[in-house]
């Protein structure tokens, strides 16, 4: 799978972390084009660690609590030690996208303007793009205040803090009896520092899709539906399908931001031609599934970093089945709390069955990268012992490397780089 560019010139990557799926999947691409990877996270025993791909870990302050001592780490690194290309893998891309003009002294790197970057990250801010855009999303209410929350009289519904990853930000409601208890949530959380979203709630599938951007100009896209939901809801098994409309709304979203770099965003599909966007993701999002689908948005992103103007790909196949095994155990756990369904889990995963049939495993590339499976195999030896273990497991996936509404309103506090 590695490109005849990728082998003749490798290039010094430095992923801004390697807690979340998406840097794992990310660092076995690149290991298998053969760039030499290097990665930094707060947390040393992050995904990102057990690969044979990883040619150096740093110990990083985490984003989350010291967005400052974050930055100040990365710009030092970059200005220490040659690198070709920084990647933003996630959330990070926030305070990178406030600091590129001091990054790019040193690096190449593929980010929007700061304001942009800001519109696609905040839910509330999405969806006021959204209605702008004339682009369908479900009934949605934009409220700021507990009173406006708990005056809410439309069920079941979704309520979503501006900021968040995963199911740390989202709400489902099913009746009035549950708003106290959300508004207490989202007070703790800091959420009223923004508006917080309220959509009519939709029983539909869930897709996603992944764009590359040069300067505002669409290069390529994925898009792929959930088959089975993991933990945090995030994807377990997937299938790529194509998807000519968002491939247009895509283009009018990146035209408008004027967007760099990578940008995903998760919809509804209600009907066969139907669509209806709940969120944004300023980043490119768990990309094996698209590579499997031949469509290597990965290195058409780090040809984009580097400066060059690539033609267009064209769409990938349709079809491609893919899971990540340690979702799809955590997910299970989390469910079932059964050690008979977990071990019947694993049997299906081992021998390919039901919903994995015909399906590749994204995050444990066993044959060419055996420390990967190291965190698969630990999960599942503890969950059988203790299925309740996995909201812990989880809550290590939400970690110091994410934002979070105070190291938000720091990082708008910059004027230049933090000291």
Same mark, same amino acid.
């Given at each position: 799978?590695?490109?005849?560019?990728?082998?003749?010139?490798?290039?010094?990557?430095?992923?801004?972390e390697g807690s979340s799926t998406s840097a794992r999947e990310a660092i076995t691409i690149l290991g298998m084009q053969g760039h030499h990877v290097e990665v930094c996270d707060p947390d040393p025993r992050c995904l990102g660690r057990f690969s044979r791909f990883v040619r150096r870990f740093y110990r990083c302050p985490g984003l989350g609590v010291d967005p400052a001592g974050y930055v100040?780490?990365?710009?030092?690194?970059?200005?220490?030690?040659?690198?070709?290309?920084?990647?933003?893998?996630?959330?990070?891309?926030?305070?990178?996208?406030?600091?590129?003009?001091?990054?790019?002294?040193?690096?190449?790197?593929?980010?929007?303007?700061?304001?942009?970057?800001?519109?696609?990250?905040?839910?509330?801010?999405?969806?006021?793009?959204?209605?702008?855009?004339?682009?369908?999303?479900?009934?949605?209410?934009?409220?700021?205040?507990?009173?406006?929350?708990?005056?809410?009289?439309?069920?079941?519904?979704?309520?979503?803090?501006?900021?968040?990853?995963?199911?740390?930000?989202?709400?489902?409601?099913?009746?009035?009896?549950?708003?106290?208890?959300?508004?207490?949530?989202?007070?703790?959380?800091?959420?009223?520092?923004?508006?917080?979203?309220?959509?009519?709630?939709?029983?539909?599938?869930?897709?996603?899709?992944?764009?590359?951007?040069?300067?505002?100009?669409?290069?390529?896209?994925?898009?792929?539906?959930?088959?089975?939901?993991?933990?945090?809801?995030?994807? !377990?098994?997937?299938?790529?399908?194509? /998807? =000519?409309?968002?491939? @247009?709304? &895509?283009?009018?979203? $990146?035209?408008?931001?004027?967007?760099?770099?990578?940008?995903?965003?998760?919809?509804?599909?209600?009907?066969?031609?139907?669509?209806?966007?709940?969120?944004?993701?300023?980043?490119?999002?768990?990309?094996?599934?698209?590579?499997?689908?031949?469509?290597?948005?990965?290195?058409?992103?780090?040809?984009?970093?580097r400066g060059a103007s690539p033609e267009a790909l064209v769409p990938g196949r349709a079809g491609v089945r893919t899971h990540l095994a340690l979702q799809a155990l955590l997910g299970c756990a989390m469910r079932s709390r059964s050690r008979l369904e977990l071990w019947c889990e694993c049997r299906r995963l081992l021998m390919r069955t039901g919903v994995y049939r015909g399906s590749q495993?994204?995050?444990?590339?066993?044959?060419?990268?055996?420390?990967?499976?190291?965190?698969?195999?630990? !999960?599942?030896?503890?969950?059988?012992? /203790? =299925?309740?273990?996995? @909201?812990? &497991?989880?809550?290590? $996936?939400?970690?110091?490397?994410?934002?979070?509404?105070?190291?938000?309103?720091?990082?708008?506090?910059?004027?230049?780089?933090?000291?």
């Amino acid at each position: 799978m590695a490109t005849s560019e990728a082998r003749t010139s490798p290039l010094r990557i430095l992923l801004s972390e390697g807690s979340s799926t998406s840097a794992r999947e990310a660092i076995t691409i690149l290991g298998m084009q053969g760039h030499h990877v290097e990665v930094c996270d707060p947390d040393p025993r992050c995904l990102g660690r057990f690969s044979r791909f990883v040619r150096r870990f740093y110990r990083c302050p985490g984003l989350g609590v010291d967005p400052a001592g974050y930055v100040n780490f990365v710009l030092v690194l970059l200005a220490r030690r040659p690198f070709d290309v920084l990647l933003p893998i996630h959330e990070q891309g926030y305070a990178l996208s406030k600091m590129r003009e001091a990054i790019e002294k040193h690096v190449a790197v593929a980010l929007p303007a700061h304001a942009a970057y800001q519109q696609a990250h905040s839910k509330a801010s999405f969806s006021r793009l959204l209605s702008g855009l004339d682009l369908p999303q479900p009934r949605t209410w934009l409220v700021r205040t507990s009173e406006d929350v708990l005056a809410l009289d439309r069920f079941p519904l979704i309520l979503k803090a501006a900021t968040g990853t995963a199911s740390r930000a989202v709400w489902p409601v099913k009746g009035p009896r549950e708003l106290a208890a959300v508004v207490r949530e989202l007070a703790r959380c800091g959420a009223f520092a923004d508006d917080i979203v309220a959509q009519e709630f939709i029983d539909a599938p869930v897709e996603h899709a992944q764009a590359v951007f040069d300067r505002g100009r669409l290069l390529g896209t994925h898009a792929y539906r959930q088959i089975a939901r993991g933990a945090g809801g995030g994807d !377990a098994v997937k299938e790529s399908v194509d /998807r =000519p409309l968002v491939r @247009e709304h &895509l283009t009018r979203i $990146g035209k408008h931001l004027d967007w760099h770099g990578a940008l995903s965003v998760d919809y509804l599909t209600p009907g066969a031609n139907d669509v209806l966007y709940i969120d944004c993701n300023p980043r490119l999002v768990e990309p094996m599934n698209a590579l499997l689908a031949g469509h290597d948005l990965l290195s058409l992103l780090l040809r984009v970093t580097r400066g060059a103007s690539p033609e267009a790909l064209v769409p990938g196949r349709a079809g491609v089945r893919t899971h990540l095994a340690l979702q799809a155990l955590l997910g299970c756990a989390m469910r079932s709390r059964s050690r008979l369904e977990l071990w019947c889990e694993c049997r299906r995963l081992l021998m390919r069955t039901g919903v994995y049939r015909g399906s590749q495993e994204e995050l444990t590339p066993l044959r060419i990268d055996w420390p990967s499976v190291i965190p698969t195999v630990f !999960a599942a030896a503890l969950l059988l012992v /203790r =299925p309740g273990a996995a @909201e812990c &497991l989880v809550s290590k $996936g939400w970690g110091d490397h994410l934002l979070n509404p105070d190291s938000i309103r720091i990082i708008e506090g910059w004027n230049g780089p933090p000291v």
